[in-house]
């Protein structure tokens, strides 16, 4: 059945390919494929994700990093589920980042450029991750 009322104008819907085939209960970790092809969510917001029919809560049930999603409890064997794509960037323009600016907890703002430099982030845990760009 089709969408009843305003046809949606904006946005690339789709549903991720299906990984709760490998859903056996210990497993946790799962790569995210459109396709057949790696797919990086932007955050994991832009999913909708159902495991046994119950819709996941994004940050607290899953989290994203790059093309994988971790489940905080690992899905049941047998599970059901999918993964739904409701939002992603819509640009046929490809953008170039040469600078990033970056708050302060004094305030005020820092700009960085990013072109051939690199520049260390410090985690809440006291690491420093180094970090280089080449624009």
């Not at 059901?80 to 040469?98: A, E, Y």
């Amino acid at each position: 059945m089709g969408l009843i009322g305003r046809q949606q104008s904006t946005g690339a819907f789709a549903k991720l390919d299906d990984i709760s085939t490998l859903f056996d209960g210990s497993r946790k970790i799962f790569n995210l494929t459109l396709g057949g092809e790696a797919f990086y969510a932007s955050n994991p917001f832009t999913l909708l994700v159902s495991v046994g029919g119950v819709i996941q809560e994004p940050n607290n049930a899953y989290t994203i990093i790059e093309n994988q999603i971790t489940f905080t409890t690992a899905p049941a064997n047998g599970a059901d589920g999918f993964i739904t794509v409701l939002s992603t960037v819509s640009s046929t323009t490809q953008q170039v980042f040469r600078f990033f600016n970056a708050g302060r907890r004094a305030g005020g703002v820092v700009q960085i450029n990013l072109q051939n430099n690199s520049f260390a982030i410090l985690d809440r845990t006291g690491t420093y991750h180094a970090i280089a760009m080449k624009i």
